[in-house]
């Protein structure tokens, strides 16, 4: 195995599934910590049933110790004139360094501050929203103000036998068959047609599109293909719409040479050009030629192509392929069937920075999406506050989920293997075309990137055991 070192990384990361992280919980009161080295205050305020206000205050011993101990570490390794390294006066290391040390010190105590206060008490700490450092100098004690946001407490509903519904998997032989015509489909050939267009034609037209007289071209400058074209093919009819919203259903019965004006009307959501949305324009359309569409025989050379060598050998592979397609699908919706069940049992605040953090995602995911789909950029700062309210609904429902499935992973012992690690490097190596012990490599060098693939393989084994206890009910085929 080439993984080891991926594992132990991890296992060296801090424990936890996700940014949810390591948890401990903290009781609401203010407790003095004294030991012969150290001298601690912790105080705690609930600013909300998730956010909590940690104030740890450390005497002035603790903080002089901590700069005494800073000095001596930048002793070590000085190098000033006349002196060997680690010989040189405490007084010539602080003048020379003293902005360094003062940064190290005031890092130092900060941490010590956290750290106390998650090692004395039992507190869950999801995320650090604030930190206020306060004034941190040596002979002077140091009030650090941590605010962070806990994991929300919560019994876990029941979960084993959750219901899901998933289809039949044995296709039908209209499935099949419409299988195989799509297959001749993609190899046809399209012949000039000298008769009235049909279905599944294809036509070669002009067209220039008005709106209230006013020409389209002058309302989406930018966008002339919904305007004015000289030339362009659209299906009859066809199951896939053209650039022209129900162009396709106009088309039947004209013939070369004809001229028409037809309606369109744009969806009030229309996307690739909003100026359009909503409008009903009118469209003078010439048609230029007809081709009809030729599907090629089902004969030897077909089957050759298809990598058979008979049309039940054909009809076989379709099927079996169908059958893959269809359990694929059902694992789908029952992974999401199962998330969304168990989010439907139980209610419990959630912390909002693990909301405003995934909002983020939503959002970026969204825009990224939608702008390979063509969408403009002007569009989404015009919607900025639905997508971000959508965006927000839909992350809050991530995070429960999230916080849900971290519960269930451990009641369920649920862990990451070093055959978990193996799989997604496979898989990752794979898709990105990387050298697997590169990948190795560099994720053993990134603490952060660990815990989201720790995260993932949590989520995905908890959503896994869901469905293996889930009740499974099958529907009954469409007539």
């Given at each position: 195995?080439?993984?080891?070192?991926?594992?132990?990384?991890?296992?060296?990361?801090?424990?936890?599934?996700?940014?949810?992280?390591?948890?401990?919980?903290?009781?609401?009161?203010?407790?003095?910590?004294?030991?012969?080295?150290?001298?601690?205050?912790?105080?705690?305020?609930?600013?909300?049933?998730?956010?909590?206000?940690?104030?740890?205050?450390?005497?002035?011993?603790?903080?002089?110790?901590?700069?005494q101990a800073t000095v001596v570490e930048f002793s070590k390794f000085a190098q000033l004139?006349?002196?060997?390294?680690?010989?040189?006066?405490?007084?010539?290391?602080?003048?020379?360094?003293?902005?360094?040390?003062?940064?190290?010190?005031?890092?130092?105590?900060?941490?010590?501050?956290?750290?106390?206060?998650?090692?004395?008490?039992?507190?869950?700490v999801l995320n650090i929203v604030n930190l206020e450092e306060g004034t941190i100098e040596?002979?002077?004690?140091?009030?650090?103000?941590?605010?962070?946001?806990?994991?929300?407490?919560?019994?876990?509903?029941?979960?084993?036998?959750?219901?899901?519904?998933?289809?039949?998997?044995?296709?039908?032989?209209?499935?099949?068959?419409?299988?195989?015509?799509?297959?001749?489909?993609?190899?046809?050939?399209?012949?000039?047609?000298?008769?009235?267009?049909?279905?599944?034609?294809?036509?070669?037209?002009?067209?220039?599109?008005?709106?209230?007289?006013?020409?389209?071209?002058?309302?989406?400058?930018?966008?002339?293909?919904?305007?004015?074209?000289?030339?362009?093919?659209?299906?009859?009819?066809?199951?896939?719409?053209?650039?022209?919203?129900?162009?396709?259903?106009?088309?039947?019965?004209?013939?070369?040479?004809?001229?028409?004006?037809?309606?369109?009307?744009?969806?009030?959501?229309?996307?690739?050009?909003?100026?359009?949305?909503?409008?009903?324009?009118?469209?003078?359309?010439?048609?230029?030629?007809?081709?009809?569409?030729?599907?090629?025989?089902?004969?030897?050379?077909?089957?050759?192509?298809?990598?058979?060598?008979?049309?039940?050998?054909?009809?076989?592979?379709?099927?079996?392929?169908?059958?893959?397609?269809?359990?694929?699908?059902?694992?789908?919706?029952?992974?999401?069937?199962?998330?969304?069940?168990?989010?439907?049992?139980?209610?419990?605040?959630?912390?909002?920075?693990?909301?405003?953090?995934?909002?983020?995602?939503?959002?970026?995911?969204?825009?990224?999406?939608?702008?390979?789909?063509?969408?403009?950029?002007?569009?989404?700062?015009?919607?900025?506050?639905?997508?971000?309210?959508?965006?927000?609904?839909?992350?809050?429902?991530?995070?429960?989920?999230?916080?849900?499935?971290?519960?269930?992973?451990?009641?369920?012992?649920?862990?990451?293997?070093?055959?978990?690690?193996?799989?997604?490097?496979?898989?990752?190596?794979?898709?990105?075309?990387?050298?697997?012990?590169?990948?190795?490599?560099?994720?053993?060098?990134?603490?952060?990137?660990?815990?989201?693939?720790?995260?993932?393989?949590?989520?995905?084994?908890?959503?896994?055991?869901?469905?293996?206890?889930?009740?499974?009910?099958?529907?009954?085929?469409?007539?």
């Open positions: 195995m080439i993984r080891g070192p991926v594992v132990q990384a991890l296992n060296m990361a801090e424990s936890g599934i996700d940014r949810i992280g390591v948890l401990r919980r903290l009781p609401d009161s203010f407790i003095e910590i004294t030991s012969e080295n150290l001298t601690v205050n912790i105080q705690l305020n609930n600013v909300s049933e998730t956010r909590k206000s940690i104030v740890v205050t450390l005497d002035k011993s603790e903080v002089d110790a901590e700069h004139p006349g002196f060997r390294p680690g010989k040189a006066p405490a007084s010539m290391i602080l003048k020379r360094y003293a902005k360094e040390i003062a940064g190290e010190f005031k890092q130092k105590v900060v941490s010590k501050a956290y750290k106390s206060a998650l090692d004395h008490e039992n507190v869950e040596a002979g002077l004690s140091a009030a650090v103000t941590v605010t962070v946001d806990v994991r929300p407490e919560f019994a876990l509903p029941d979960y084993v036998g959750l219901p899901t519904e998933i289809a039949p998997t044995e296709a039908t032989d209209t499935e099949v068959d419409a299988v195989i015509e799509g297959l001749r489909g993609e190899r046809a050939d399209f012949k000039v047609a000298d008769r009235a267009a049909q279905k599944s034609d294809y036509v070669k037209l002009s067209y220039e599109g008005t709106i209230d007289g006013k020409p389209v071209a002058e309302i989406v400058p930018d966008k002339q293909i919904y305007g004015k074209v000289p030339q362009t093919w659209e299906e009859v009819e066809g199951t896939n719409e053209g650039v022209l919203p129900g162009l396709g259903k106009e088309l039947a019965g004209i013939k070369t040479g004809d001229k028409k004006t037809v309606a369109i009307a744009f969806p009030a959501d229309f996307a690739p050009a909003p100026a359009l949305a909503g409008k009903a324009a009118s469209y003078a359309i010439e048609v230029l030629e007809i081709r009809e569409r030729a599907l090629p025989e089902l004969n030897e050379e077909f089957f050759k192509s298809q990598q058979v060598d008979s049309l039940d050998a054909l009809k076989a592979s379709v099927r079996n392929n169908l059958k893959l397609r269809k359990d694929y699908e059902n694992q789908t919706a029952q992974r999401r069937q199962v998330t969304e069940a168990i989010a439907g049992k139980i209610e419990f605040p959630i912390p909002q920075s693990l909301i405003e953090s995934e909002t983020q995602s939503v959002l970026r995911q969204f825009i990224e999406e939608n702008m390979r789909r063509g969408v403009p950029q002007d569009q989404f700062e015009k919607d900025k506050k639905e997508l971000f309210a959508g965006a927000q609904k839909a992350a809050a429902q991530r995070v429960k989920v999230q916080l849900i499935l971290a519960k269930i992973a451990a009641a369920e012992k649920i862990t990451v293997s070093e055959r978990d690690i193996d799989n997604f490097i496979y898989r990752e190596a794979s898709r990105t075309g990387q050298n697997p012990d590169k990948l190795v490599k560099d994720l053993t060098k990134d603490r952060d990137q660990l815990r989201a693939i720790q995260q993932n393989i949590i989520f995905d084994k908890a959503v896994d055991f869901l469905v293996s206890k889930a009740s499974v009910s099958t529907t009954q085929p469409k007539a």
